[in-house]
């Protein structure tokens, strides 16, 4: 998989106003595109508070955005979710089911053009949005840490994304 800078950076707006309503001081830290052997798979994009450590994401609120390319089903992208997570450890036996069965019953199948926004709030969980909708909501604080830790974490398996995501960060501090 391959990652790159969304080249319009220009054209993402504001934050929807269920994400404001939670992070009111939500700035776009960065987008990128999600590729698999030069398929796009989908763009993101990061908003977060002004307060906003990246080295320390999972002590702050947030709100990640896809925007689909392809069609999944929901139970793939949970399975393809925990594959993400085992991969950065400490998963305990059995664990990775429950997580599995948890993601699934949030994660609708998506179409391309589907947007779906996670907003994670530490310490309490997630929640899962197409478009202006709520589809659900997950009360694992350590599920939902470990969730975004898939596109945050420093071990992710998509460093380019990382970095595309916080990209605008990286520029704001001297």
Known sequence: ?????????????????????MLPDAALAGEGRLRFFGLRIYDARLWVGRRFDADDFGAYPLALELTYHRSFAGVDIAKRSIE???????????????WRKELA????????????????????GMSVWRGPQLLGSIDDAEL????????????????DLRGALLSHLAQARP
């Not at 993400?84 to 429950?98: D, V």
């Not at 939902?144 to 460093?159: M, N, Q, V």
Request: zero cysteines; proline letters at 12%.
């Open 1 to 21: 998989m391959a990652a790159e800078p969304d080249r319009t950076q220009a054209a993402a707006g504001d934050p929807p106003a269920f994400v404001r309503r």
């Open 84 to 98: 993400e997570i085992e991969q950065q450890g400490g998963l305990m036996p059995g664990q990775a089911l429950r």
């Open 144 to 159: 939902a840490r470990r969730f975004f830790g898939i596109w945050l974490s420093p071990r992710t398996s998509e460093p």
């Open 105 to 124: 019953g949030v994660l609708p199948d998506v179409q391309p053009g589907d947007r779906l926004t996670g907003l994670y709030l530490p310490g309490r």
